[in-house]
């Protein structure tokens, strides 16, 4: 779909952003000055181990300056393509400032959301890769981590097979010496000559990163963006006045390796508000090591999944006094990349007196609606999906009755992708979102659904493919009828996915399927299944796709006229099971499948709704607490 007048209705911002230069480069943003920036401004607010750190504008200029000399020195050009691993127990305060250093620089950074071992000499090939860089001595210096450990051998040979170069991040290029080292009182990055050939050399139209996408055969595709693609949603966020204090501030991301993250951290480099960082596993697995660092870090600002949305709402149902210590100063909420949730919405409004707005995501979650833009006042409990921001078209194609396709032009979005088997896609001028909507007539729009089921949304607010789910858990697709996969909602603990797993016993009876014998057999398969992934898939993938939940029903499944899989009569003949699987994590036929440390987390939270119990159990989880 390319041309405007095939649309049906045409809707876009009367925001432009042609009148809004930004900078050359990304170089040019680090190192220039810029006028409505302060010299002496914060740009990472985040962690080395368990400790707070600030990382300034002018530390990141010298960890910049100084990392392009290491990259000179081994050969490493501006335009190389290169590979950059994050396994999410590391440091991402390093991680960040290697990449914040490499896109600087003009290399072509693959940044995947999780390391797929499988594919890194595939990545290799497609992307014409360099060399590879990892956090390899973090993570050998971690206790316990066996999977994390196996990982980074596996990238170290297959580079090795592939004939490039492995890097370890910290010993081969001394990150962790420019972070704590004192500046030089003589630095001055403007006159330093690698810098200057940097800032002269590079340009907007340089490839920056690439990132992973699930396609629907479950292989990853990888999105490849221009420096221009960033600098242009600096423009179209200042056009949308999306930067005003009533709605910025300290940004919290909690997954680095997505390109929502990687603009918060641009968006950072050009207001001079720290983005704030934390390791991504912490955040389910470690909330005593996570809490200390929100105190600290008074965020202003969250775009988060609902899976993150849930750790705070629970938290602060639990222990109160954690809503003055550490969300004080929250103020705006957004909710991207998934289904929104009215639950959640309606938690936030009860428990921190905050409108959960609403952000659309494409397949890579970039923003290009938001509710943040509505002039009437958000109705959380009937969202649309907002007002698109400036530099956004928006093309509406009639699909049945009174739907339509949804179709998208950005001036930030990716500018082609890789697809592992048809090479190179360049985009159309109007991207198929694949999604279906309704139009009002103040032209507000309300997601529907799908024309495809190829995928689902977990509660990191990434897309899981279901091939990729029948690949593996093809033992129980075996023995059951059909598959529903929800994201959890409850504020527990809970990672993974939640599963309606639709039988046929004639022995039971009809619907909900509460006998424990069933319910222990298909509990045996999952669980097998998950020991199985749990040591051959990267954890963090693990915690994105596995079944850590399910509800058996004994019934005919739903179909169409056409004879196919309803749906929509699945959501209206089965809202109770539905939402008793997304809501509860346990009880009346639903099970959950946690890890050992997930149990002990959500047995503390139970033990601490009792009373007396609460202080004692908050100086556990918060040692310095008065």
Known sequence: MKIKEEFDILIKSDKNIEDKFVADNLADLLFKKLLHRDENCDIIWSHYNDDFIKISLKRLRYISASLYKEFKSRGIKPGDSVILADLMVNNVSLISIFFVALVSYGCRVMLPMWVETNEISNWIKMINCKCIFAPEEEINRLKGYRREKQIIDIIKNTAVENGIPFYDIERDFGTKKYLFDLIPENFSP????????????????????????????????????????????????????????????????????????????????????????????????????????????????????????????????????????????????????????????????????????????????QQVLTTLLDEKPFNPFNPNMGKPIAGVEIGLKKFSRDTYKLFIKTCFGHKYMIDPKEGLIYPDEFLDSGDIVKVDRDKNIYYIGRENSDFFKNGFGAKVPLAIMKEYYRRLYEKVKHIEYYAPEDSTISLGVAALIFIENKELPSGRVTDKREIKRYTRIIKNINNFLYKTIEPFEYDQRAITRFLLINHEIPRTRKNTISKYRIEVEFKGEIDDLKLRSHGDGVVSILKPRQKLLNLILKLSHIKFLNKFILKMIIKDIE
């Open 190 to 365: 403007l006159e330093d000559e690698v810098v200057k050939e940097v800032l002269n050399d590079t340009n907007a139209d340089m490839e920056m990163a690439i990132f992973t996408t699930s396609g629907t055969t479950g292989r990853s595709k990888l999105l490849v963006y221009t420096q221009k693609a960033y600098l242009n949603t600096i423009a179209a966020y200042e056009a949308s006045n999306l930067y005003n204090k009533g709605m910025g501030g300290r940004n919290f991301i909690d997954i680095f390796t997505h390109t929502v993250s990687v603009r918060s951290l641009v968006n950072s480099l050009w207001t001079g508000q720290p983005v704030c960082m934390l390791t991504s596993s912490w955040i389910k697995d470690m909330p005593e090591k996570i809490l200390p660092l929100l105190m600290k870090m008074k965020i202003e600002v969250a775009t988060l999944g609902p899976s993150s949305f849930s750790f705070i709402i629970e938290f602060v149902k639990t222990f109160p006094e954690l809503k003055e210590r550490v969300f004080s100063d929250l103020k705006t909420v957004v909710s991207t990349g998934a289904p929104y949730s009215i639950k959640t919405a309606e938690e936030y409004k009860k428990i921190l007196g905050l409108t959960l707005h609403n952000a659309y995501g494409l397949v890579e979650t």
